[in-house]
């Protein structure tokens, strides 16, 4: 697995990470050795499901599907159909540790260039449909491939129904989750640059997640008005003016209201079931792996010293 990960793992790849050249544009030999490079060091990392995104297409589906095989990894897409058919599976439900995570992957809208009879649906309608399939799960993750304004529509319109949308396609830095309702919105990294870990805590049952770092910044708020509060009332007391006194309760009153708004949050935010994400990024610091790196400069040789 991935040094410094331990416990219980899935490792899941958000896509869009085979190929450099646009949709519709030609993949040279060095390209396709490239991707299949990719994808063997994903089975290699015990990867367990691969979002397929319109980057990932440039050889067309069936390069994909056979390199995707022999590396191991499964490959899903819920929207896109070829010659009128299912062309990926379109949902995984795994099974890790006893943990059942049901993963849907939304990939482009339309045809696909350069790959004749592949087209993505309407992504909205076929996560629904395929949502309404499925058993019974403990977590359900979409992953997005197609940006963030699209990412952030679907975590809006599947709340209450997707737990996570992890959106690819678009890289907009290594951000916290954004609460979209009752659905955390999640970037991924940046090919190369860094990994995203997310740690869930699923023992206390159903309904919406708390970002365990929001919680502690909550913690940490309320504290500062409990000291805030405490320096007013050291305040008031030592005042002599009436004007000044007045003030000074009015504040107060004002404080302890907010400080009774922000109690509230920090209780209903420990009852919840829980999230943390981390990002693992990917400079000199990390030891390289020597025999995945001796692989690496055998198709991109400049890349040799840059570690």
Do not use: C
């Not at 697995?1 to 190929?19: E, I």
């Not at 599976?89 to 809208?109: C, M, N, T, W, Y």
């Amino acid at each position: 697995m991935l040094s410094g990960l331990t416990g219980n793992v899935l490792v899941l790849d958000s896509g869009n990470a085979l190929f450099r050249v646009n949709p519709g544009g030609r993949a040279s030999e060095d390209d396709e050795r490239r991707a299949r490079l990719v994808l063997s060091t994903m089975g290699v990392l015990g990867t367990k499901l691969f979002a397929v995104g319109l980057r990932d297409l440039v050889a067309g589906p069936g390069f994909l599907t056979t390199e995707a095989k022999k590396a191991g990894v499964q490959l899903v897409s819920t929207n896109l159909e070829l010659n009128g058919k299912p062309a990926f599976a379109r949902s995984a439900v795994i099974d890790q540790g006893g943990v059942k995570v049901a993963v849907l992957v939304a990939s482009g809208f339309g045809p696909v260039p350069g790959a004749p009879g592949l087209v993505g649906t309407t992504a909205l309608g076929a996560l629904k449909a395929e949502l309404g399939r499925l058993p019974a799960r403990d977590l359900t993750i979409v992953i997005d491939t197609a940006g963030y304004e699209e990412s952030m529509a679907l975590a809006d319109a599947l709340s209450g129904s997707v737990d996570i949308v992890i959106q690819s396609g678009e890289f907009r830095g290594t951000v916290p989750p954004q609460r979209v309702k009752d659905t955390f919105l999640l970037a991924s990294g940046q090919r190369g640059q860094s990994v995203a870990k997310l740690e869930l805590t699923l023992a206390k049952g159903t309904g919406p997640f708390s970002d365990l770092n929001e919680s502690a910044r909550d913690v940490e708020l309320l504290q500062n008005l409990d000291t805030q509060l405490k320096s007013l009332d050291e305040r008031l007391k030592l005042a002599k003016d009436a004007q000044a006194k007045q003030g000074l309760q009015a504040l107060m009153k004002e404080m302890k209201t907010r400080r009774e708004e922000q109690a509230k949050r920090v209780k209903t935010a420990a009852g919840a079931r829980s999230l943390k994400l981390d990002w693992l990024l990917l400079g000199a610091d990390i030891k390289d792996d020597e025999a995945i790196k001796a692989e690496v400069l055998k198709v991109e040789p400049t890349y040799s010293g840059l570690h």
